[in-house]
């Protein structure tokens, strides 16, 4: 009997924003973590992974040549400091694995441009400025492309995401119909069920919204970012209302169901103030962080090192991504 092929997990982080210094916590938010990070490392038990770095995402917008490469390191020392092992999970650059353009034209020859032109990014690209770039409207083609290229059966996503993978689901369904099933695999969406972390205004924790936590952030810094927490000005004495605030709805996604418990008991008893709660949640959380902090430290003073992960990733990425696109050159007819 054959074994049965383990199913495959495939999604890209792209590496935007600013140049962040390590020192001060570095680009990776705790959003970031609660939200992607840490379901996705939660997935590589039960999937072959791989997880990339999508730097020609990020040239849609980004224009800082040296912040870009700085974010790649970044994000590949954060994800290893937050438990990726490369052994385990084939993580590497998108750029280096260049077959992902042929790919893509070949995706672009079997798209409608109407397709493109109802693209959720796109439109609200151009809602902001007049004429976005040719990147935007293309960028579901690339992520189409980027998916296909690794046979992958899941991808998880954000709901945010989920119109880009219907694209591919459609592309690849599209190709095999005209070059015969079997010339890509068709990707199912696993849709995160990981909260929406809030950052201290209440507003979603993002970069946009200038809010967010540095998951790296020295301690100090740390608690001084939850101490910012709003709340209501009940008195100290009085008794409080856990469900619905936020310092305990976040509380709630961190600490385990009897600390959980112990913090709603403490607030209805009264004698214990949103400051005392804040504190608590600042000691869940840099319990959980602080051992990671000294790891990422330890990983992103040593680029040479980060590189070598990316360059066995990529060599191992290439592998397949060459297989598949031989696969489809030959269905096409360009071989
Ligand atoms: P930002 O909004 O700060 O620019 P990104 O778009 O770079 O964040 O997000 C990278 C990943 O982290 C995405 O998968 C996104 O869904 C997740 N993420 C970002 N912010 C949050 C948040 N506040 N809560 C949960 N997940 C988040
Ligand atoms: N578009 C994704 C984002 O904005 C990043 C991404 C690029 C991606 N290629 C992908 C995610 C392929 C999943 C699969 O976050």
């Given at each position: 009997m054959t074994e049965q092929r383990r199913k495959v997990s495939l999604t890209g982080i792209k590496p935007t924003g600013e140049k962040a210094d390590p020192a001060t916590g570095g680009s990776m938010h705790f959003g970031n973590y609660l939200g992607a990070v840490r379901p996705a490392l939660a997935l590589v038990e039960r999937f072959d992974s791989l997880y990339f770095i999508a730097d020609y995402h990020a040239l849609t917008t980004q224009r800082d040549p040296e912040a870009l490469r700085d974010n790649v390191y970044d994000l590949t020392a954060g994800w290893m400091a937050c438990g990726l092992d490369p052994q385990q999970t084939l993580l590497y650059r998108q750029s280096d694995v260049i077959e992902v353009f042929e790919l893509t034209w070949i995706l672009a020859c079997i798209t409608a441009t109407g397709q493109l032109e109802r693209g959720h990014a796109y439109k609200d690209a151009q809602s902001k400025r007049d004429s976005p770039n040719a990147g935007i409207f293309?960028?579901?083609?690339?992520?189409a492309a980027d998916i296909l290229l690794y046979d992958c059966d899941v991808v998880p996503i954000g709901a945010d995401q989920k119109?880009?993978?219907?694209?591919?689901?459609?592309?690849?369904?599209?190709?095999?119909?005209?070059?015969?099933?079997?010339?890509?695999?068709?990707?199912?969406?696993?849709?995160?069920?990981a909260p929406v972390v809030p950052g201290h205004d209440g507003r979603k924790m993002s970069k946009s919204y200038g809010n967010t936590i540095p998951l790296f952030a020295p301690e100090k810094a740390l608690r001084k970012h939850f101490m910012k927490f709003t709340s209501d000005s009940t008195p100290l004495e009085e008794p409080k209302q856990a469900e619905g605030a936020l310092v305990y709805e976040l509380y709630k996604v961190v600490a385990s169901?009897?600390?959980?418990?112990?913090?709603?008991?403490?607030?209805?008893?009264?004698?214990?103030?949103?400051?005392?709660?804040?504190?608590?949640?600042?000691?869940?959380?840099?319990?959980q962080l602080a051992p990671l902090r000294e790891r990422y430290l330890e990983l992103r003073a040593d680029e040479p090192a980060l590189d070598r992960v990316l360059a066995d990733g990529a060599e191992r990425a290439r592998?397949?991504?060459?297989?598949?696109?031989?696969?489809v050159r030959a269905a096409v007819g360009i071989d």
């Open positions: 293309n960028y579901p083609l690339l992520m119109q880009h993978l219907e694209l591919a689901r459609d592309l690849a369904i599209r190709l095999n119909h005209l070059y015969g099933d079997g010339t890509v695999v068709v990707p199912e969406p696993l849709l995160s069920e169901e009897d600390q959980a418990r112990a913090m709603v008991d403490k607030l209805a008893a009264g004698g214990y103030g949103w400051g005392h709660a804040k504190q608590d949640l600042f000691d869940a959380v840099n319990a592998v397949i991504a060459q297989r598949t696109i031989g696969r």
